[in-house]
């Protein structure tokens, strides 16, 4: 086996067919296969134990045609001895840069000054941090605010980032970003990562070459076209060789640029790449970096991923050629003479873990001296870009770990996956910031029996001080929660007052929507309003001044569901998982881009991309910058699907399956055992008939299953509708008194409304298991079937219940909608008559139903009347959006 050093590559060279006769270009032909390669990569990932032993037992051991040098001060003298320890990348170079050599292949001499003096002219040290540390950190930024859990780092900062840093740094005129990317690691491929001339290699970094001239050659041409900012490198180069073309001529700017990208773009990945895989596998690293960022110390983020770099650096080793008998470790006991024409390979991944010079070079330490490191080179080949690749490095990283808990994603995702030498991918995950994700509701009913004989007027008269809508100092300490969206309080005995007896039960219910737990809500509730709730509970003779009013909320909660266990009830959310600060953001963020747009169109800007450019631009860096982070919603998604593909994939179905699966095992064994017996031996044939009995006891048992669902179901609906025939609609309408008491609390915020109904359940257990059976129904239908936030097409509700209040026999509706009364009950008319009629037909009163479900609520006229018959004036009714209805808030969140 012998390396490409030179032979190989004169032969290449002569051979070369020009890029126009090479197949198209495309880098995943880099991708390595079969089980040698994989064992290679896995081997290079992590070499420090294999080093380690170099070091103690071989110092300078030949690997093949390659001879390894691992001990520190072997390796810092072979990279300052440049004369006998020669770069063998110039040929390769000078042939993919149209013929002239860059300073990375060539030895010290008047050439390597003369370019060296012009590369330092067009890329000053001192404007590092002042203008590309800027620059990095908004590309690094732009990258990371569109990123989401699952996010790939590897491609999206430390491969992009660099390639548009090429674009608004070094001033070349790049069109697509990803293959111009592509076109400098096919260069670094073959420069740096090649060593025995692979063909595949050298076809790659021909075909990017040609086109990296051409983008060199079309930049150079803007920039005398005064289309490039004259204060970036490639200008100055041109500025250079325009007032003294023998110092750099044409195809030497051609030289610098591709070396330049050549050994940025694809170093900053692999360096970027591998220190991100370490800082995710060690505590301590992530723990130093988080705590720099924390601080805002620039030097000490550069000091922690510097020293996360040691632990994976770009290479093992850079390679050298001997161009004549030199020595190695002389005067050591491994002194050894390397032939001319060897190559020799210092491994500077070893010297930084020797510890014969680096203090505990296994610990990750961040204050080590800066003689410990050897990563961008030593001598007179140090790095010319290496500060950049820091500064592009530490932004990237420095918005990556800024997100929350920045973690591997799980299984083969989270880990680094290479495309040749460089890094390809590697997801992470982080939690998505409060302001981005959804929350959960709690949708709080609570219920207090008024004790008997306390006055009932005067009690309404105190929930209704409170307001409706709610204003002043009540709405301003509800604002404050910062969680509540609705909440109201009703006096809870009659529908009608003049019907009420001293000797009837009453009951105090306040209802509550809000953000998050249940503890949450009501400590804010407590803490923000408690006093103006206590005077409330005192007219209901509840509390006194010494009341602990968060501990009597808390007794207050009822459960309300459809399963066993709790109150009968059904809750409801509209706009599932907004928060009530997200609904106010969203709802500034509409205005402020609304203003926007008219300010761009006012300009002549028609085109619908072009606006949405500018807005995007104009936020970026305001107070709304956070609405071009992705956040998660759930009202942009669409219907979930059908009712059979529900009831195949939800949970509750499933559940029933196993009861039954339970029930038809225990008939099964109960026929097998009763009906045909044991067998009579365990004989070929008694084993037959143990079987084909066992077979048909399951299906008797199946069979006796279904017909008692069948038979039960059907028992069900003829006792309903029998009842249903004996029963009397009520199509009264109220008195005119009570009418002008409710209607006059309707329309006050113009957008949205409050209904309290009132209603008294049908006498019988069956009635008060159909209307269980109809809740689940609809929370099935809600959570599988229906679209996030619809009640079959019906989008107007916020939120929404329905409670058998406890003890009782009187199912209380709360809804918070939008639009009027005549409205709402129009649109469940017509959208969602199947869940009313469910519920109600439960009800005194209702029109006549037939089978649970039908009918009932699709006679428009006297269902209206009925329903107005049930209502109640709403006392005390607060809005955390006033003037917000449903419809606003979807399109809020849509132009997000």
Known sequence: MKTKFFDAILEAQKNQR?????????????????????????????????????????????????????????????????????????????????????????????????????????????????????????????????????????????KMVPARICRDYFGLVIGDEEQFADWSIALSSLFFADFFGDVTTRELAVSAADAMNKVIARSIEAVRAGQVDPQTPLARLVAIHDADPDRISINGIHSVMMGMVSGFVPTDLLGGGNCLDVILSKPEARRALEEAIAARDDALVDKAIREAMRFKPINIGPLRHVPRDAVVAKGTPHERIIKAGSVVMPATFSAMFDERVVANPETYDISRPESDYILFGHGIHWCIGSLIARVQIAECMKVLFERPNVRRSSGAKGRLKRLGAFPASLHVDFDIPADARTVEHSLLTLVADIPAGTPLAPLRAAVAALGNPAEGPVAEALDRTGCIHFASMAVVCRADPRAERDADPAQLVLELSADGDQDRVLGALAGHAGEMLREVFKAAGLATQDTDMLDLLKRLVIPVGPFPGSNSGLAFAGTPGHSVKRIHAEKALYQQVRAEVRQITADGTLDAWAILAKVRERLSGSSFDWALRPAESHLEKTSKGSWTGALLQASEPRKALAVVGALLLALTLFNHVFLFGAPGSWSLVGIFQAVASFAASMVLGAVGIVVLIAVLALAMRTRLNKMEAADKPDWSLPDLARYEAMVERENRTGAQNHLTGLSVMKAGRLRRFALRLVFFVIRFAAVYVFRPGYLASINTIHFARWVLLPGTDRLLFFSNYGGSWESYLEDFITKANYGLTGVWSNTLGFPRTRDLFFEGATDGDRFKRWARNQQIPTLFWYCAYPGTDTRSIRLHSAVR
């Open 18 to 158: 020009p890029a126009d006769q090479l197949p198209p270009f495309d880098l995943n032909r880099l991708a390595g296969g079969g089980l040698a390669g994989r064992i290679v990569s896995r081997f290079l990932e992590n070499p420090r134990w294999f080093l380690s032993l170099l070091r103690r037992f071989r110092p300078v051991a030949q690997i093949g045609p390659i001879t390894v040098v691992t001990r520190n001060a072997d390796v810092r003298d072979i990279l300052e001895r440049q004369d006998e320890f020669q770069t063998p990348f110039g040929p390769e170079m000078a042939e993919m840069a149209k013929g002239t050599n860059f300073i990375l292949g060539m030895q010290d001499g008047p050439q390597y000054r003369q370019m060296k003096s012009a590369c330092l002219s067009a890329f000053p040290v001192d404007e590092v941090e002042k203008k590309v540390r800027p620059i990095a950190a908004r590309l690094a930024r732009e990258a990371m605010m569109g990123a989401e859990p699952g996010f790939n780092p590897v491609h999206d900062l430390l």
